[in-house]
């Protein structure tokens, strides 16, 4: 693969923002566009997507129209995404950006800091250019090492969750919550709770959690059809390949197939109940009032070795938020067709759930939100 990025106009660069998924160049925007209003002159560049590139932003590479398929699966292929890595590294060695900020996606920003500090191009190994992380990893897997190999290449690092300033409490990174970006004033909800909507089915993006949960979820909305025969549902995949999964496992419940629709987005649906295998899709429902619960179950090596790595009380990001289930987990042997049925009625029906899940949902907000601190622009703006 040839990859070759544009000489850099201008004459010179204050910052490159590097963010390598969808969700991270729009977040990257928001920030760059909110410090952008606060500050003139910055010169920016970015190796990310349409996103960055209408605040102005040269653009040297559209990750994202490259990474037609998940960046973080394809990165395992690692050698074909050296030849961007080694680019990025060129460039930076020969323009030297005063700032880097790079924007999740560890697989491949975590290489490139690691290089800069190994060749003394970073702030921290002597050099001019300050490495910036905003959006950290999911530091819940990460062992006290590996944070703490982080915080030697970093300068800074801003979190969008509470709870990740603490995991970096033992080094001595400089960890700010920065506010979530599903709180920002220009972010609008995909998702809206509507009383006389479907139920929504979020397996996830995995074959394997597909092919283990969605039978239970289906025999679970099977038996709810029996005393409620307009109950809709709609079931959100995530490529081809898994909507070819699901309509397998869905003729083998020929009692729902027409009541059950398979979709590939979600944006616009109004749900009245939300059944999720956790992720980032569960917190756009949490935080748009919907109730539900979090269903999973996936090998019983994989489970163990996850309950021996993570001690957390809960899988779902709402929840360990919380403190508290604001949707229940039901993991393993615990989800089973009947205990799901029941929670889909309730759900539903038990108005003081209902209730429930839109305080928690207002305690959620408030936990999320901006801190009087500021937001990520006045985090990037202070390291200016």
């Keep these: 693969m040839d990859i070759s990025f544009p000489a850099l106009e201008g004459g010179w660069v204050d910052i490159l923002v590097i963010a390598g998924e969808h969700s991270g160049d729009e977040h990257a925007a928001r920030m760059m566009k909110s410090a952008m209003a606060q500050k003139d002159g910055f010169h920016v560049c970015a190796i990310g997507g349409r996103h960055l590139q209408a605040t102005g932003a040269q653009m040297l590479f559209d990750l994202i129209e490259h990474s037609a398929i998940r960046l973080g699966e394809e990165l395992k292929r690692f050698n074909e995404y050296k030849p961007i890595i080694n680019e990025t590294i060129n460039w930076i060695r020969t323009y030297r950006p005063k700032m880097i900020v790079f924007v999740d996606c560890p697989e491949m920003n975590l290489r490139i800091a690691r290089y800069l ?10 050099g001019d250019v300050k490495l910036l992380y905003y959006i950290s990893p999911q530091v819940l897997h990460w062992k006290a090492k590996q944070k703490l190999n982080i915080a030697k290449m970093l300068d ?8 990740e300033v603490d995991a970096f409490e033992k080094t001595k990174l400089d960890t700010r ?13 995909p998702i809206s709770y509507d009383p006389a909507g479907p139920i929504l089915f979020l397996p996830g993006s995995s ?11 289906f025999s679970a909305f099977s038996e709810c059809l029996k005393s409620k025969s307009k109950l809709r549902a709609i079931c959100i995949y995530a490529s081809e390949e898994l909507k070819q999964s699901l309509q397998r496992i869905l003729k083998k419940y020929p009692d729902v197939d027409a009541r059950i629709e398979l979709s590939p987005k979600y944006d616009g649906i109004g749900a009245r109940a939300v059944f999720t295998s956790s992720g ?3 917190l756009n429902c949490a935080l748009a009032n919907i109730p539900g619960a979090v269903v999973n179950r996936t ?29 229940p987990e039901y993991l393993q042997g615990e989800a089973t067709k009947e205990r799901i049925a029941l929670e889909i009625s309730d759900c539903i029906e038990n108005v003081e759930r209902i209730k429930q899940t839109r305080n928690w949902a207002a305690e959620l907000r408030e936990l999320l939100d901006k801190p009087s601190s500021g937001g990520p622009a006045e985090w990037l703006l202070d390291y200016w």
């Design 299 to 327: 090998s019983p090596a994989k489970y163990m070795m996850g309950k021996m790595r993570v001690k957390v009380p809960y899988i779902g990001i709402a929840n360990i938020i919380l403190g508290k289930p604001i949707y």
């Design 117 to 126: 500090m190994d060749k003394g191009i970073a702030n921290k190994a002597g």
């Design 177 to 189: 919550f920065v506010g979530h970006p599903y709180l920002s004033s220009d972010y609008d909800l």
């Design 156 to 163: 800074s690092l801003a979190v969008i969750f509470p709870f």
């Design 280 to 282: 980032t899709m569960s």
């Design 207 to 217: 074959k394997d959690t597909i092919e283990r949960i969605t039978p239970i979820l």
